[in-house]
């Protein structure tokens, strides 16, 4: 895992020229087993990221004043459980400017500023697909979230956690930080 932006530009392997046209993928992932229930009745607790270009992005917690945007392998993001992905429509970006696309709205995505009901990983990749393609992404998504905003001040504070855990049994990955910074706070 990876976070933005990177200070190396085009990481290896990349063209950084170009203009083609790539899929968009919102890639889904269960946060909770209780999914497989939910899930049924269009509901559900999901992290999504945005896959294009053979890398996915998504938006998670940390502690400091730095972007929470990174970058993982499509549809292993480490802690979650991969349920499907979607299909959003495409892009002709190049390699290079959806890099830099990332890296400029990537500074509205701090891990400081992360909320499971009022900015999560979800309203990222809705944010992404808006400006690329004009439309949201599926409203089951981040249902859960909207209902919750309408309810945050009843809730218990030990719901209102601005961070996701990770589920205990999932392998953490091992991958190259592009900052000096967990990716993911764990809650205590």
């Known amino acids: 895992m990876r976070l933005f932006p990177s200070n190396s530009g085009v990481t290896k392997g990349q063209s950084s020229g170009g203009s083609n046209c790539a899929l968009l993928y919102l890639n889904v992932y269960d946060l909770t ?9 269009g509901l559900g607790i999901f992290h999504s990221g945005i896959e294009v270009h053979g890398l996915e992005y998504g938006y998670g917690a940390h502690e400091y004043p730095t972007s929470g945007v990174f970058e993982v ?14 299909l959003l429509g495409s892009t ?3 390699r ?9 709205i990537s500074q509205k995505y701090h891990g400081d500023t992360y909320h499971l009901i009022a900015k999560n990983c979800n309203h990222f990749t809705d944010e992404v697909c808006m400006q690329l393609t004009g439309k949201p992404i599926p409203g089951w998504v ?6 919750g905003s ?4 009843i809730l218990p504070e030990s719901i209102q956690v601005t961070a996701v855990r990770h589920l205990p049994d999932r392998p953490a990955y091992s ?14």
Do not use: H, W
């Open 92 to 94: 002709n970006m190049s």
């Open 33 to 41: 087993p209780i999914n497989n229930y939910l899930y049924l009745f």
């Open 142 to 147: 981040n249902r859960l979230a909207r209902v």
């Open 150 to 153: 309408f309810c945050n001040c």
């Open 175 to 188: 991958g190259k930080l592009l900052l000096a910074t967990p990716c993911l706070k764990d809650l205590s």
């Open 73 to 86: 392998e499509p549809r292993s993001c480490p802690g979650f459980i991969f349920r499907r992905s979607v």
């Open 96 to 104: 290079s400017e959806f890099r830099s696309f990332m890296e400029q």
